[in-house]
């Protein structure tokens, strides 16, 4: 057995501790990059495997670059290999498929040896997404919520809603407007921009202090994702 490890490692007795230092780097730039998304992420279908993903595929790739090294016809069988899998796992979000080629330089410079790009490279993508999401980059949104309710047909009712819609909101704008219980209630529709987007409380609290309000419904519009 002595004889048979002597025989791998004779021609090159760097290459494995190469291998296992290189592979150890991506699975470090990986994990680093995984829970930046963990951190990073918004919404409602959050998948334990994705970021557990990541660290795998960051390792994988380190692992091809590696086997493949200088040799081209080892490239070329690789990527015809490749070719034959199937991969039915669809990214609907933008920003997952950007992680997992963060997590595939990462590995891939660590498997060439460019340890010094993959270190810059990771520290720029972490500060990166930490910037887009500190200051909502590419963020349009006018309002922070959709705010439903059903009030009487009645004229000072209504007014004492706007009353409270302008105390508790910067802005507010009706978007729609319907007869209920055959025209003894009026189903009215906001957009709201709240003063203290945190704050949803108080809202709700001068809603309720309203006479004849009922079905009142406030959805933020953060915490609507496509499913």
């Not at 091809?64 to 080892?74: K, V």
């Not at 309002?143 to 004229?155: E, M, N, Q, V």
């Not at 219980?181 to 003063?195: D, F, K, N, P």
């Not at 987007?197 to 953060?222: C, H, K």
């Amino acid at each position: 057995m002595s004889e048979i490890f002597q025989q791998m490692f004779a021609g090159d007795p760097l290459s494995w501790r190469t291998a296992l230092l290189s592979m150890t780097l991506a699975f470090l730039a990986g994990q680093a990059i995984a829970m930046l998304y963990v951190w990073s992420y918004r919404g409602l279908s959050y998948s334990r495997a994705m970021p557990q993903a990541m660290i795998i595929v960051s390792i994988v790739s380190a692992w091809l670059m590696l086997a493949i090294g200088d040799n081209l016809a080892r490239g070329v069988g690789i990527v015809g290999a490749l070719a034959f899998v199937r991969f039915r796992t669809n990214l609907r979000d933008p920003w997952d498929l950007a992680f997992v080629f963060g997590c595939l330089a990462a590995g891939v410079s660590a498997g060439t040896g460019s340890y010094g790009v993959m270190l810059a490279g990771t520290g720029v993508f972490i500060v990166v997404i930490v910037y887009l999401k500190a200051v909502l980059f590419g963020s349009r949104r006018q309002y922070d919520g959709l705010l439903r309710l059903s009030l009487p047909a009645d004229p000072a009712i209504e007014a004492r809603l706007t009353g409270v819609l302008r105390e508790q909101c910067r802005s507010f704008v009706l978007v729609t407007l319907r007869e209920v219980a055959q025209g003894e209630e009026m189903e009215h529709a906001y957009q709201v921009r709240l003063r203290d987007p945190e704050d949803r409380s108080s809202l709700m609290a001068a809603l309720s202090a309203v006479p004849g309000l009922r079905a009142v419904n406030l959805l933020m519009q953060e915490a609507t994702v496509e499913l």
